[in-house]
């Protein structure tokens, strides 16, 4: 959780203000949300450092990605070989910009996604699955590689 206040990171504990809480079972959304009851009278506690309000420390919709996150990813993108997407359908342009440029360098950009995706037409592999059963078979498949080529993915 990152606080919307002073940016603080945190944890999402929040069983010391919702005693039970974890003994509920709720279907999380992708991006972390929950449809709670309104009976459970949910309590979402504030940032321990200054008291403000706290959010999932992921970028949704319509919101800036931070200008490091984005330089990191820039830096990780130079130094990679191909271009792996999960789970993106690449509607917004802040991920679809990453297949472009490969695209430009000559990258490989392989895709993994229920549907089809914006990049298709820039990719060297496609796949449709759903996430949670095609990636520990996709690790399982790539570890031996993996290890042979001293940590570099093959």
């Not at 990191?72 to 993106?88: H, K, T, Y």
């Amino acid at each position: 959780m990152v606080c919307l206040g002073c940016g603080a990171l945190t944890g999402r504990d929040v069983e010391y203000l919702n005693p039970g809480c974890s003994e509920i079972t709720v279907e999380e959304a992708p991006d972390g949300d929950a449809e709670l009851s309104p009976a459970l009278d949910f309590r979402v506690p504030p940032c321990q450092r200054c008291g403000g309000v706290l959010k999932p420390d992921v970028v949704f919709f319509g919101d800036n990605v931070p200008a490091a996150r984005l330089q990191r990813a820039w830096e990780l993108f130079d130094a990679g070989e191909r271009l792996l997407v999960l789970g993106s359908s690449l509607t917004v342009f802040s991920g679809y910009r990453f297949v472009r440029r490969a695209a430009e360098r000559g990258v490989p950009v392989l895709i993994l996604n229920q549907g089809p995706t914006r990049g298709d037409a820039h990719a060297a592999w496609l796949g449709s699955a759903p996430l949670a059963a095609a990636l520990p078979a996709l690790a399982a498949a790539l570890t031996p590689h993996a290890t042979q080529a001293r940590g570099r993915l093959s």
